[in-house]
């Protein structure tokens, strides 16, 4: 149809008055015009404004991130938080959320975890078989663990980062942190905890908030945040910083971040002003701390934990900054020791600063190749003893130590090596032969070496978690004011326990009973697996 053709026809009568209408010969007029360009001029120019003073504000607020103040987040009443009455019972919680923190007194539970059973199931944590060809294999620092977590600030959630052999792909933002999303929580315990592992975590995040300092932080000697009874086991070591990220990682782990309306919001935020407030302009998080590498390992794993849940920009700059640190400071070895660019190194600094490395990477923060490949020439020069070098000593020129296998065994995992490598089946093997012990305390030796067993699910896994949960739960404290804690000196002494205290005890303890959620394993059985846990 031409144009002629579809236009109607209009009398010309009808034109004529139309056109000479008022309105027509107002909006037609020669002033009129001028007055709608006048009028376009004015609406781009408060455009153009409102777009630069948009622009202003969020520089603005980029600039100023580190200085990190109060969250902006809804007014709720402050809870008040009385001791957790850990006690005896079978009533447990299934699954730690904001809601069942909250709970004085557990609700029934009607389930039961198939961990729970006196035999090894594979629905209670593991398989009988192992594929070395599995999903996730050869994870390094590429790769992000796949989970549905918490959807905030649109970060989180599941992402296509997993891969196979050395060289996975990378995934989004903070995708690495998604199996401590509430969504995940359930499903993620049958891993391997129980009704009275989640009790045991609940009552230990109790005890924690209820020994913070008033400036936000934590101590070694917890005895000034001790408000309803002078609790035992102060540490020797004066670290505040140190204190105060051992304090957080739990809560991060149960899934809780300073933008969680939960009991404990007030108390994360704290830690975390207090951490980024202490922050010195080269990233430096130790805060005078003598041990400093050391403690900088550990408030940076915090930071990165705290920005891959929650994509807050203000933590994620001063993160970004933490990870910096750590990686001007690598020396020649690719280790490090007590001070920043020092020429000696150590394993159980290394391994802090690896685990803050991998947790860097997992909330899409910037790792360098050179770090990482450095941090896997030293793994190299401290690997000793067994067939394949699958133990590892303090320093090079030091024997071989069950502590510094363990640590050295998760670095290796998180480093590249895939399932079957040699160095792995060995030390898990050789891990296997020291399982816990309540005469043989050593926590420090327990939480990394339990993660060395979660990321290879089977039934050497489902052995080691067995023996490590009985102990922890049945030797926390469920009495007074240290209810939900650990004591450092009972009932047999700690290796570490004098130094770092019961606050540090309490932390890896928790953290150790929160493996089953933390982190997803790095070596999947196979991908029907992998897809059973996504659904």
């Excluded at 060289?167 to 129980?194: C, H, L």
């Excluded at 908030?209 to 102060?234: E, I, T, V, Y």
């Excluded at 896994?461 to 240290?482: E, F, H, P, S, V």
Aim: net charge negative.
């Amino acid at each position: 149809m031409s144009t002629a053709e579809a236009k109607p026809e209009v009398p010309e009568e009808e034109v004529a008055e139309e056109s000479s209408s008022p309105m027509m010969e107002w909006l037609t007029g020669t002033a009129t015009q001028a007055w709608a360009a006048s009028m376009m001029i004015h609406l781009i120019i408060l455009l153009v404004m409102a777009l630069v003073l948009g622009t202003i504000q969020v520089v603005k607020t980029v600039v100023n991130a580190p200085s990190f103040e109060t969250a902006q987040t809804e007014a709720v009443p402050e809870p008040e938080i009385t001791a957790f009455e850990v006690g005896e019972t079978p009533l447990d919680p299934t699954e730690l959320t904001t809601e069942t923190l909250e709970l004085t007194e557990a609700p029934p539970v009607e389930a039961q975890f198939n961990d729970n059973s006196a035999m090894f199931e594979e629905a209670g944590g593991g398989s009988a078989t192992a594929n070395p060809n599995a999903l996730g294999a050869g994870v390094g620092f590429d790769v992000k663990a796949s989970g549905l977590g918490p959807m905030v600030r649109g970060g989180g959630g599941i992402d296509g980062g997993v891969g196979l052999g050395k060289n996975p792909g990378k995934g989004g933002a903070g995708s690495g942190f998604g199996s401590r999303g509430s969504g995940m929580r359930e499903a993620m315990v049958g891993n391997g905890g129980t009704k009275a592992s989640e009790r045991a975590v609940a009552a230990a995040l109790n005890w924690i908030s209820r020994h913070q300092n008033q400036n936000g932080s934590w101590s070694l000697d917890h005895r000034p945040g001790c408000k309803n009874g002078a609790c035992s086991g102060s540490g020797e070591v004066n670290s505040n910083a140190a204190a105060t990220a051992m304090a957080l990682l739990p809560f991060f782990a149960a899934g809780q971040t300073h933008e969680s309306r939960g009991p404990y919001q007030r108390h994360i935020t704290g830690g975390l002003m207090w951490l980024i407030n202490n922050q010195k302009p080269n990233g430096d998080l130790s805060a005078g701390s003598s041990s400093q590498m050391y403690t900088h390992g550990l408030c940076t794993i915090a930071l990165c934990e705290a920005y891959g849940m929650s994509q807050d920009s203000r933590i994620g700059l001063a993160a970004q900054a933490a990870i910096n640190f750590i990686q001007t400071g690598q020396n020649k070895e690719g280790s490090w020791r007590y001070s920043h660019g020092s020429d000696d190194s150590d394993t159980s600094v290394h391994g802090w600063q690896v685990m803050a490395l991998k947790s860097g990477q997992m909330a899409g923060l910037q790792v360098s190749d050179n770090a990482v490949a450095g941090s896997k020439n030293y793994m190299k020069l401290v690997g000793k003893g067994g067939r394949y070098k699958e133990l590892f000593a303090y320093t090079p020129e030091g024997g071989p130590t069950l502590s510094m296998t363990a640590v050295g065994l998760l670095c290796t995992q998180y480093l590249g090596a895939q399932r079957d490598d040699p160095v792995i089946t060995g030390g898990v093997e050789y891990l296997g032969k020291n399982l816990p012990s309540e005469t043989r305390r050593n926590v420090y030796y327990w939480y990394y070496a339990t993660q060395v067993m979660h990321n290879v699910p089977g039934p050497e896994w489902d052995t080691w978690n067995r023996a490590m949960r009985k102990i922890l739960i049945n030797t926390q404290d469920k009495q007074g004011c240290a209810a939900g804690s650990w004591d450092p000196l009972q009932p047999s002494p700690d290796a570490w326990g004098r130094q770092g205290g019961r606050l540090m005890v309490t932390s890896l303890s928790c953290l150790t009973l929160e493996v089953y959620y933390r982190y997803l394993p790095l070596y999947k059985l196979n991908k029907k697996d992998a897809e059973k846990d996504l659904k």
